[in-house]
Each structure stands twice: as C-alpha cells, then as structure tokens.
C-alpha cells in the first residue's frame, strides 16, 4: 500500500473520533467528518445514529472540559480503494479501557467517518 505511513498518520491525528476539537466543533464540521450514512456502536452495545452522535458531541462541546486518552496499538488496513479500517487501545481518563475501530473513507483532500465502534476491555496488553 503506498504512502501506507502517511495515510496511518492522517487518520492517528484523527483518533479517538470526535475528540480533536482543532478538527471542529461546529455541526458543520461534524457533517464534513461523516459520511451521511454514518453509524456507531457504542461501548455499551447499542447502535447511534449520527444525529445521536451529533446530539452527545453538541453537549460535550459546550464544555471547555478535555478527557484524556492514550491511543495504543494503532493500526490501518486498507479494505477497498479509499477505504480505511483504524483499530486501536484506548485509555480513558487512566482506567476505561476500550478497543475501537473506525472506518474512514478518503473524500477527495480529506476523511469521512462511515462507522465507529468501541468495546469494553479489562484486559492489560493487546
């Protein structure tokens, strides 16, 4: 895959999803990062909408209030042309600890999300 270390550092300036508020933080910005039909599935299992999504972010933008995260583990598969999967460990706040996964398709100069999910995991090591 060429410029597989580029792309990889493209999308780690990207994870954790929706937590980068140098990306935007307006429904503007948020709708350029989302392919229309994007999804998720949360940590607790349950299934978002992205007017869901958009409705959790909204409330957390208010806030001037930065969670921390350690990113591990990090990784990009290329499935299709201009389609991406990003795995990665994620520590929340130094105890939540969960495995995420995004796909990202390229939309021309930049990224759009199509789905996102997180899983708990009370493992150590990935």
């Given at each position: 895959?060429?410029?597989?270390?580029?792309?990889?550092?493209?999308?780690?300036?990207?994870?954790p999803?929706?937590?980068?508020r140098?990306?935007?933080t307006?429904?503007?910005?948020?709708?350029?990062?989302?392919s229309?039909?994007?999804?998720?599935?949360g940590?607790?299992?349950?299934?978002?909408?992205?007017?869901?999504?958009w409705?959790?972010?909204?409330?957390?933008?208010?806030?001037?209030?930065?969670?921390p995260?350690?990113?591990?583990?990090?990784?990009?598969?290329?499935?299709?042309?201009?389609?991406?999967?990003?795995t990665?460990?994620?520590v929340?706040?130094g105890?939540?600890?969960?495995?995420?996964?995004?796909?990202w398709e390229?939309?021309?100069?930049?990224?759009?999300?199509?789905?996102?999910?997180?899983?708990?995991?009370?493992?150590?090591?990935?």
């Open positions: 895959m060429d410029g597989s270390a580029d792309i990889e550092g493209e999308l780690l300036r990207r994870e999803l929706f937590h980068h140098v990306l935007g307006s429904r503007a910005d948020f709708l350029r990062q989302t229309e039909d994007f999804w998720e599935v940590a607790s299992g349950r299934r978002y909408s992205r007017e869901e999504v409705a959790v972010l909204e409330r957390r933008f208010e806030s001037d209030d930065e969670e995260w350690e990113i591990s583990a990090f990784r990009i598969r290329q499935l299709a042309d201009n389609v991406f999967l990003a990665y460990r994620l929340q706040a105890t939540r600890i969960t495995m995420r996964a995004t796909l390229r939309a021309g100069d930049d990224w759009r999300a199509i789905y996102h999910q997180g899983t708990i995991n009370s493992e150590k090591e990935v």
